[in-house]
């Protein structure tokens, strides 16, 4: 191949490979939990690629090179890319992290393994690179392939959308700032109830905004009418909770986003929340139903704890 088309076939290959970095280390990553994971993912793979592409370049351009002096600066430029590409983001619009570095530095050393795998002579060192690469490649991807699962697994048991009886369903809530949560049988009083497991959560007292999150991709709710909530409460005397819903543009605005208030009586109660209104609840645009963010329940400076039972949340 004529030194023309080898310097054509590595400026492609490098620009291809540049143009994803930009794409996905640089501009803000989205909001919803698939596309960061997937966005997370991309900084391996990324990384990978580039010291495999710098590898190639080395080796045809600078063929007296040793191999320890085309490795080392196969990684170094990666990593310094990459470094380089996180402090740009501290100071330029991104989302810099020392994670995503930590994800370059797996990439870096996964496409090292592959490169040393691809000339290795005997099939034994082969393999072993190989497998040394899939080793580092795993903790970047899994995120993304754990997130695809859930999200596929949210399609799949719509209308509901959460609850804590089935095999990992509690793992989808999470809570925040003053809020605890445990996974119990249902009051025995509460005859409504139809789960064998329901949430019991407590908003601590001495918090500002102590809170349950669904911690879940969302599915899209179009083509539904209202959201439901089972509760139960086993407090002598109402009590407020706040309901907050966000979608993946939201800011951090009040009239961002769906924000309302409810009025607990002791005993059961069945939120019901037109889509109508969550959708209709940004004072300056509607709210995206088919890319949803957030939900979260919280109570606003409680003065005393307070529990509450949480049975599921579904669509009608």
């Not at 990384?47 to 592409?53: G, H, K, N, W």
């Not at 754990?146 to 990992?168: I, N, Y």
């Not at 959708?279 to 704890?305: K, Y």
């Amino acid at each position: 191949m004529s030194l023309e088309r080898q310097r054509l076939k590595l400026g492609l290959l490098l620009g291809v490979v540049g143009g994803a970095a930009v794409a996905l280390l640089v501009v803000k990553r989205p909001g919803s939990h698939v596309w960061r994971a997937v966005f997370d993912a991309g900084h391996v793979l990324i990384a990978a690629a580039l010291v495999l592409a710098l590898e190639w370049a080395l080796a045809t351009f600078r063929p007296r090179l040793s191999a320890p002096r085309r490795h080392v600066l196969a990684v170094g430029l990666t990593l310094l890319s990459g470094g380089g590409l996180e402090l740009a983001q501290l100071v330029a619009p991104g989302d810099a992290s020392l994670l995503d570095f930590g994800r370059d530095t797996l990439g870096a050393g996964a496409g090292l393994a592959l490169h040393a795998g691809r000339r290795a002579l005997r099939r034994w060192a082969r393999v072993t690179f190989v497998l040394g690469a899939l080793g580092l490649l795993a903790p970047g991807l899994w995120p993304a392939g754990r997130a695809l699962l859930r999200k596929a697994r949210v399609v799949q048991q719509l209308p509901e959308v959460a609850a804590f009886d089935g095999p990992g369903d509690a793992a989808v809530f999470r809570t925040l700032d003053g809020g605890e949560v445990a996974v119990v049988p249902p009051p025995s009083v509460w005859r409504e109830a139809t789960r064998g497991r329901v949430g019991e959560i407590t908003f601590h007292a001495g918090f500002r905004n102590p809170r349950l999150l669904v911690d879940n991709p969302f599915a899209s709710w179009a083509g539904y009418q209202a959201l439901m909530i089972s509760l139960w409460s086993p407090e002598d005397a109402p009590f407020e909770v706040v309901l907050r819903i966000d979608d993946e543009a939201a800011t951090l605005a009040m009239d961002d986003r769906f924000h309302r208030r409810f009025a607990l009586v002791p005993g059961p109660n069945e939120l019901r929340i037109p889509l109508a209104d969550i959708r209709l609840s940004p004072t300056t645009r509607e709210l995206d139903l088919g890319d949803l963010e957030n939900l979260v329940l919280f109570m606003d400076r409680p003065a005393r704890d307070h529990r509450l039972f949480v049975e599921r949340l579904w669509l009608e």
